[in-house]
């Protein structure tokens, strides 16, 4: 875990260069990354077609998914930009540091890590269906899908890597320059994650329980990053989990539309937080458990 937050003092650390970092990351993501959703939306409200629209929980209606996703995906390429802009030239260090003490990227890690929770986000949804007959729906539409599927399997990386890399990378070892306790850093990442979640349409189903599954799943993600001395393992859970709902078994209230293998009809919250903290209590034993199997560690810089 020291090895790992001691990355961030490889840079300059003054608070104001934290300070001018954030604001640049924000600005590129929520800001500047808003405008090409807000130019989609004035272009279906202006197209004199009544089957376009948005919808109340904020979702592009009658528009195709490859740009009902694509085009707010954008903002997370900006978002990633402007990570690497404020940890290159304001903090002037790595931007591999973000993410290991190693000399390299353990790729290994993210594919088991990956692997690991797809097959229990498969196990979880194969349960569902079986005790919840008719919730899960098949909606393959091959015309959309193929396009789609491609266009997922770049963008959705980009994106789960850029929240990976400020909330379990930048965020907790900037936060991990004053405080050491891992669960104090682990609660703190996972408030902060839970945060600008509250925006999705998925949220307002039960504001309290969804909130809780952005907490803990944030949380979860930096336990163990933090245990593992490194944020691959992260990486690969939060794309598996992402592209899994994306592909397979997507829901029709959701911040990420998609034409996927089966829709979803009912987003049961008690249901997905059970599954999602059974999930990764697995997900924790495998890993950073008692057994785990150790990454070498004679590749670490310095």
């Known amino acids: 875990m020291n090895a790992y937050l001691n990355l961030a003092r490889q840079g300059k650390t003054g608070w104001r260069r934290f300070v001018l970092a954030v604001a640049l990351i924000l600005f590129l993501w929520q800001i500047l990354g808003a405008l090409p959703s807000v130019f989609l939306l004035i272009w279906v409200l202006a197209d004199g077609n009544p089957q376009t629209g948005a919808s109340p929980a904020g979702q592009f209606v009658g528009v195709e998914p490859i740009l009902s996703f694509g085009v707010p995906m954008l903002a997370s390429v900006l978002f990633l930009i402007g990570i690497f802009l404020a940890v290159r030239f304001i903090h002037q ?3 591999r540091t973000l993410i290991t003490p190693a000399r390299a990227i353990a790729w290994g890690r993210f594919f088991q890590g990956f692997a690991v929770w797809f097959v229990l986000s498969g196990l979880v949804s194969l349960a569902e269906a079986l005790l919840y007959p008719g919730r899960y729906v098949w909606t393959l539409d091959l015309r959309r899908y193929i396009p789609f599927a491609f266009l997922a399997l770049v963008l959705i990386p980009i994106q789960t890597s850029a929240e990976e890399l400020f909330f379990r990378g930048y965020i907790l070892q900037g936060v991990g320059l004053r405080l050491r306790n891992i669960w104090i850093l682990s609660a703190i990442s996972g408030f902060l994650f839970m945060v600008p979640h509250f925006l999705n349409p998925e949220a307002r189903v039960n504001y309290g329980l969804m909130g809780f599954y952005y907490f803990f799943i944030g949380g979860v993600m930096a336990y163990i990053t933090l245990r593992d001395g490194r944020v691959e393992l992260a990486l690969g859970l939060h794309a598996a989990n ?3 709902s994306a592909l397979f078994a997507n829901y029709t209230v959701t911040v ?14 008690v249901y997905s937080v059970s599954a999602a903290v059974i999930g990764l209590i697995v997900f924790v034993l495998i890993f950073v458990g008692p057994f785990r199997r150790r990454l070498p560690d004679e590749n670490l810089v310095g």
């Open 93 to 95: 260090r790595p931007f």
């Open 242 to 244: 992402n592209l899994f």
């Open 256 to 269: 990420m539309p998609s034409p996927s293998l089966f829709t979803v009809n009912t987003l049961d919250a």
